[in-house]
Nanobody, 115 residues
Framework: QVQLVESGGGLVQAGGSLRLSCTVS????????MAWYRQAPGKQRELVAS???????TYADSVKGRFTISRDNPENTVYLQMNSLKPEDTAVYYC?????????WGQGTQVTVSS
């Protein structure tokens, strides 16, 4: 069973930065997509950013130019660097690993941005 453990969430003022980490319990294969999703209260879970292979990335329009997803394969870890945070970025952030049609999820980490 694959386990994903997120860390790095917290409370930050608007304009600040946070870096989220997601460590996977085994090696991440190049054909597997890693992603960050978020879910705000009363809203559906949405894709924030994803990375496939070495450097193929996608971002939600709302975070383009502010967030950066990256992966450290030797450490089995994926990062989400979040800069210029806004109150609307407040949500629980979830790490996701997609292997073919199977999705694995972390437990989530809370990010709260105060105005």
């Amino acid at each position: 069973q694959v386990q994903l453990v997120e860390s790095g969430g917290g409370l930050v003022q608007a304009g600040g930065s946070l870096r989220l980490s997601c460590t996977v319990s085994r090696s991440i294969f190049s054909f597997e997509t890693m992603a960050w999703y978020r879910q705000a209260p009363g809203k559906q879970r949405e894709l924030v950013a994803s990375i496939y292979g070495v450097s193929t990335t996608t971002y939600a329009d709302s975070v383009k130019g502010r967030f950066t997803i990256s992966r450290d394969n030797p450490e089995n870890t994926v990062y989400l660097q979040m800069n210029s945070l806004k109150p609307e970025d407040t949500a629980v952030y979830y790490c996701n690993l997609k292997r073919w049609t199977v999705n694995y999820w972390g437990q989530g980490t809370q990010v709260t941005v105060s105005s």
